[in-house]
């Protein structure tokens, strides 16, 4: 398994990154790399996910990971991105997407993650995780979004700008701060439901799910609190109309916490301590 991986992940992450910086020469001529990038992207997504489904499954246990999760969430992120920029003129989130997909879609290889023997063939399971790492995605994505709303708001409030280089290049072939706005609300909006789903699923059928009753561990907790940040920020977008940087520092603190519940709790486990 780990020849084929590691070949598989290797071609592509180098995708990727060709495509990243296909995208980075581009950006100024969009309709240069258009083409490419809505042929690529769906393609190098299957293999990902083919070569994905190889690290999980390929060894005949079901093995799950913070690699293989960040490697999934990524994946999905990407899909996300072209589905995305089929309407709005994202392209300069492919700057950041794609490295960080081709760095995660390696990490299953030298993390191998720990054999979930409760479940494995309980499509409950598989639709749990599938629905989790969905509502990584669209926060992983929302929170990109909210990254560059807040260079953009600073950039437009700095008096004197120097000509766009570096990523300052990516702020000319974005929306406006409004539409992006919008956007940032959908995509949180969708990753909620998504992560309502999650939490209503491990704790009602936590048993089922994972061969022992709920535990309100670090992973649990963060979780939910992640769910009341982005309850809090919806609630304020409608009642109050939260906007601009209250919204911003709202996602942030939300994606960090939705962070540390999983991914964050993993890593700790699996490379400080050792523990798998």
């Known amino acids: 398994m780990g020849g084929f991986y590691g070949a598989g992940a290797a071609v592509v992450a180098a995708a990727y990154l060709a495509l990243a910086w296909l995208t980075w020469r ?42 293989h999760a960040l490697s999934a969430t990524l994946l999905l992120a990407v899909l996300v991105l072209w589905v995305e920029g089929m309407f709005v003129p994202v392209r300069g989130l492919d700057v950041l997407v794609l490295p960080a997909a081709a760095v995660c879609v390696a990490l299953p290889l030298p993390f191998h993650g720990a054999v979930i023997a409760v479940g494995v063939d309980s499509m409950a399971l598989r639709l ?3 629905v989790a790492i969905a509502a990584y995605s669209l926060f992983t994505i929302a929170a990109l979004h909210a990254l560059l709303m807040a260079l953009l708001d600073r950039r437009l ?18 929306p406006s701060l409004l539409a992006l706005e919008k956007l940032l609300f959908r995509l949180i909006g969708a990753g909620f439901l998504l992560l309502t789903a999650t939490l209503v699923t491990g704790v009602f059928f936590s048993e089922q799910l994972f061969g022992r009753a709920l535990r309100f561990e670090h992973k649990t907790l963060f979780t939910i609190a992640s769910w009341l940040v982005f309850a809090g920020l919806l609630g304020g977008r409608y009642v109050f109309g939260w906007r601009g940087r209250t919204a911003l520092r709202w996602t942030f603190a939300g994606f960090l916490m939705l962070l540390l519940a999983y991914v964050g709790s993993r890593f700790v486990l699996e490379v400080i301590l050792g523990r798998i």
């Open 26 to 67: 581009t950006l100024e001529v969009p309709e240069r790399g258009a083409r490419w990038r809505a042929a690529l992207l769906p393609l190098l997504a299957l293999v990902h996910a083919m070569i994905l489904g190889v690290a999980i499954a390929g060894s005949g246990d079901f093995r799950f990971g913070f690699a």
């Open 128 to 130: 749990h995780l599938l």
């Open 157 to 174: 409030h700095t008096p004197l700008q120097q000509p766009a280089r570096g990523l300052g290049r990516i702020f000319g072939q974005l």
